[in-house]
């Protein structure tokens, strides 16, 4: 008694174009395990329990102090994967963002990049700038 | 598209929707007027209230016609507690820890008002232990509230034995004044996601009050029934007219009545033919999920709605796997967090003792009657992708 039904309009979406083209489309995602002199710090915040964590690898230039590369792994809905990958642009754009200025990113500085998050997604979801400064530390730790 | 979320909602079926549209635009009149147009109305009503109890095995006045589930849940508990509420640190309820929200919820204000409260626990399967429920009775207890089916994970109580210890706790127990006769405790049963799928004669299951509601078993939105045997006391959850006997005051809403009506006797007529071919596609796409490592089944292997699918693939969240198959027009749906406004994943797969970290990957698959084969080994295709994918970029280390 198999009956079927009619496709809906599939351009509804939760979330903003740009949330919904990073999620699809993730940049800079670290998938292997890097090499040891690939970056020089790397970051992880969240749990798994609340249900995001992040690792974030950056690669900044000792001379400069700037973000050559930055990848990233992430456990966790769409907007907490989307604005990580965004996050990863952010600051390796025009040659890289100086430390210092990747140091005072906020969420809210990711939010509007990503055209807006559903306000409920604001707090739990947005862990990226955490993750970068947790990576930059851990540079200036080992630099 | 590929719709398996048949336990949120169901598409209204075509001969339920032609049942209820001449109580739109023809009888439209209010059924207490007494007029012509008026009777024909309260005579569709009564008509559906007849064939409801007929699949029911009970009295016509038995049925009382509610705005959907969770209405019926609050009216069954709130009405059977509201005479205890000036003492009501005297009195007990008892209900379990995988209730659907509207059940749980009203006992948690139940809690507030001053009421002692047990919250039975289920097994790793989902299952109570009839045995827990004789446990935790006690002369002062009045309600008992335990599901039928689980709109979650599925899994399926053993209400008729539930309803038996119940019943001869009867005998035994006392208390006071207020709930002296012999109906105390009452015995209340969610039966939203039963219906359609099994057993649903209340003589057979011992159950005073039963919750049944349209949306799942293809009739309309915002309707549903609470079957109330003829002895039990139970006070209105709103004031106004003497509508469903009092019970449920407001002009009634007829088309969805004879809605409900037909959809109830349709799913009835299914029943038999659509569990046994929805059991097997269910057995196998569980099997093909599975498959997949590092992926848990949620609730009991058996005891389970034939249509029900619920699985936890570890490692990934739940609202991103949503997302994914949206994309590819498959709606399924998650006990994630982040699919909900809390912050906590889902309290059943909780209660089965999963932690936190996998219980935001669990996933749930409801098929109906227009699910086939080659949709669920589309599905099951398309999950595939969409796990390795995100497994893929996932920051948990995978052991």
């Known amino acids: ?143 | 598209m590929i719709y398996l979320d048949h336990a949120a909602t169901t598409q209204t079926d075509k001969e339920v929707l032609k049942a209820m549209k001449p109580y739109y635009d023809k009888y439209f009149g209010n059924p207490s007027s007494l007029y012509a147009l008026g009777r024909e109305a309260k005579k569709a009503i009564e008509d559906a209230r007849q064939r409801v109890s007929d699949i029911l095995h009970c009295e016509p006045e038995e049925i009382i016609f509610t705005a959907g589930g969770t209405e019926s849940d609050n009216l069954a508990i709130f009405g059977v507690m509201e005479k205890f509420l000036t003492n009501s640190e005297k009195y007990h309820c008892i209900t379990s820890n995988i209730e659907h929200p509207a059940v749980l919820y009203s006992y948690k204000k139940l809690e507030k008002f001053g009421f002692n409260i047990t919250y039975i626990k289920v097994d790793q399967y989902g299952l109570i232990n009839p045995k827990d429920i004789l446990r935790a009775l006690r002369p002062n207890t009045v309600l008992v509230s335990i599901m039928y089916a689980n709109n979650e994970i599925g899994t399926i109580q053993k209400i008729i034995e539930i309803g038996r210890i119940i019943k001869n706790y009867r005998h035994i127990q006392r208390i006071d004044t207020l709930a002296k006769n012999s109906n105390y405790p009452v015995f209340h049963s969610d039966a939203c996601q039963a219906a359609g799928y099994l057993d649903i004669n209340t003589d057979d299951l011992g159950v005073d009050l039963m919750t049944l509601n349209g949306s799942k078993i293809y009739g309309p939105k915002q309707i549903g029934a609470l079957f109330k045997k003829k002895n039990i006391q139970l006070a209105p959850l709103l004031c106004g007219g003497s509508q469903e006997n009092g019970f449920r005051p407001g002009t009634e809403n007829t088309a969805s009545i004879v809605g409900f009506a037909k959809a109830l006797e349709l799913a009835e007529k299914n029943k038999a033919k659509e569990s046994i071919r929805l059991k097997k596609l269910r057995d196998y796409f569980i099997m093909e999920l599975l498959k997949i490592d590092n992926t848990i089944l949620n609730g009991h292997p058996e005891k389970r709605l034939p249509n029900n699918v619920n699985v936890t693939f570890r490692y990934i969240e739940g609202e991103s796997i949503m997302l994914k198959l949206d994309k590819e027009g498959i709606y399924v749906s998650t006990g994630s967090a982040c699919h909900s406004q809390s912050l906590d994943p889902s309290h059943v797969i909780l209660a089965l003792g999963q932690n936190s970290e996998d219980a935001h990957g669990s996933m749930r698959f409801t098929m109906g009657k227009d699910t086939t084969k080659k949709n669920l080994d589309k599905t099951i295709r398309i999950v595939k992708k969409a796990v390795k994918e995100l497994r893929a970029i996932s920051a948990i280390d995978k052991e």
């Open chain 1, 1 to 143: 008694m198999s009956s079927k039904l009619k496709q809906p309009n599939q351009n509804t979406w939760l979330y903003t174009d740009i949330v919904k083209d990073h999620f699809f489309n993730p940049r800079n995602v670290q998938y292997d395990e890097p090499r040891d002199n690939k970056f020089n710090g790397k970051g992880t915040v969240g749990s798994p329990v609340c249900g995001d964590m992040m690792t974030m690898w950056i690669k900044v230039d000792e001379i400069d102090e700037k973000i050559k590369k930055c990848t990233w792994k992430t456990f966790g809905c769409a907007s907490a994967i989307a604005s990580t990958s965004i996050l990863s642009e952010m600051v390796t754009k025009n040659g890289g963002m100086k430390i210092t200025d990747a140091m005072k990113i906020t969420p809210k500085d990711i939010i509007k990049e990503l055209g807006g998050l559903p306000a409920r997604k604001i707090h739990c979801s947005v862990l990226g700038d955490q993750a970068l400064r947790a990576a930059i530390e851990n540079y200036r730790k080992s630099a």
